[in-house]
């Protein structure tokens, strides 16, 4: 049997990852960026206000407005999450008061076209969806 380095066994484990399995890392990475206002964020920054698909850097109050019915507390947890996990920057610019703005990373970005797709998704078969589940709930 042949002894492994600790950057080995990273990456052996890396291949094995099964986002199936309870404690696979990627498993609690799908649930984190797969929430609501994650995908909602994310949308936002890489399409900006006006969804002209080009990556613009956001301010708070901007973002608040974009995406309807987010408190300001989970806007400001969702934006220190994506921070933290560098899917966003966050820019603080001295002036009176100090301008703060938030800006996808390149990682975020690889992930903007995926939760794009499932903004869009839900939007077209948002009908379809409600038919299904008023046809299920009058079977009840």
Not at 9 to 37: D, H, I, M
Not at 115 to 127: F, G, N, Y
């Amino acid at each position: 049997m042949t002894t492994m380095t600790a950057a080995q066994k990273r990456a052996t484990a890396k291949t094995e990852y099964n986002a199936f399995l309870a404690v696979c890392p990627s498993q609690q990475l799908l649930a984190q960026v797969s929430g609501k206002w994650v995908t909602l964020v994310l949308s936002a920054l890489g399409s900006g206000p006006d969804c002209d698909g080009e990556p613009r850097a956001m301010r708070y109050s901007e973002l608040a407005r974009v995406i309807a019915g987010v408190s300001p507390k989970m806007l400001t947890q969702t934006l220190r999450t994506l921070e933290r996990d560098g899917l966003i920057s966050r820019t603080a610019t001295a002036t009176v008061p100090v301008t703060v703005t938030y800006d996808l990373t390149p990682l975020g970005s690889s992930l903007h076209q995926t939760v794009r797709q499932l903004k869009s998704w839900s939007e077209t078969h948002r009908d379809e969806v409600a038919t299904h589940q008023e046809r299920f709930d009058a079977a009840q």
